[in-house]
């Protein structure tokens, strides 16, 4: 399996950033995904073959207020941390950037079994004089690995209720911090595993969807 993914579905994750000198108001995260088996069976040369095929995407997205944009160049680069993934940009990788149009993209391609070009992932980053918005969405997991829901396929059945830690940062080309940010991803959700039966097979399924909100800072680990 690549570590990359889909984004027909007009992936878009956001995560807008407030970020300030001084005090600032609370930054928040959201968190989305959805991962689903589904029985697909074939009939070849007289034989019917079954197989287990696995679909999902997610959607992450945070604010945050103040970022001093002025200090944001084509050095500047992205981070964004949560679960089994991450990403990472400088803003010159965008092959179109300009500073005065306030906005970058990123977006991940690859090719499919039928060499048809799949958009999987798309970063899009936008600011102003006081706040800066990331959006980010992804499809998985034939191009890259989930973010969470991974963690519960085939290995529960169930509610899920968990705190997770998520990191976004902002370093610009002077190396200065214009974000710097952590939370704790408060995520709920359910999973149901189950075995079903085709054509003379058992196949174990899993579908999982969760929702997680952030707020800021990590929590420390307790013993």
């Not at 999902?56 to 679960?83: E, L, N, P, Y």
């Not at 010159?92 to 990123?106: H, L």
Request: proline fraction near 3%.
């Amino acid at each position: 399996m690549k570590r990359n993914r889909l984004c027909p579905l007009g992936l878009v994750f956001v995560l807008a950033t407030a970020v300030a000198a001084q005090a600032a108001p609370a930054s928040t995260l959201n968190f989305s995904e959805s991962l689903k088996d589904s029985i697909v069976c074939e009939r070849d040369e007289g034989e019917i073959w079954c197989d287990v095929y696995t679909s999902g995407s997610f959607s992450i997205s945070a604010t945050f207020r103040d970022v001093d944009a002025s200090k944001i160049d084509k050095d500047t680069f992205v981070s964004i941390d949560m679960g089994s993934s991450s990403w990472g940009y400088f803003f010159w990788e965008d092959g179109s950037f300009d500073p005065r149009k306030k906005t970058v993209k990123f977006v991940e391609y690859d090719y499919d079994d039928f060499d048809r070009e799949i958009c999987y992932l798309i970063v899009s980053i936008k600011w102003n004089s006081s706040s800066l918005t990331v959006s980010i969405k992804g499809k998985t997991p034939d191009y890259t690995f989930p973010v969470l829901a991974d963690y519960y396929q085939y290995e529960y059945t169930g509610l899920i209720d968990e705190i997770v830690p998520a990191t976004v940062g902002l370093l610009s080309g002077q190396s200065e911090w214009l974000i710097d940010e952590g939370f704790n991803v408060h995520v709920r959700g359910n999973v149901t595993t189950k075995e079903v039966r085709k054509h003379g097979e058992e196949y174990t399924t899993s579908k999982v969807a969760l929702k997680g909100i952030g707020e800021h800072g990590i929590e420390e680990p307790t013993d």
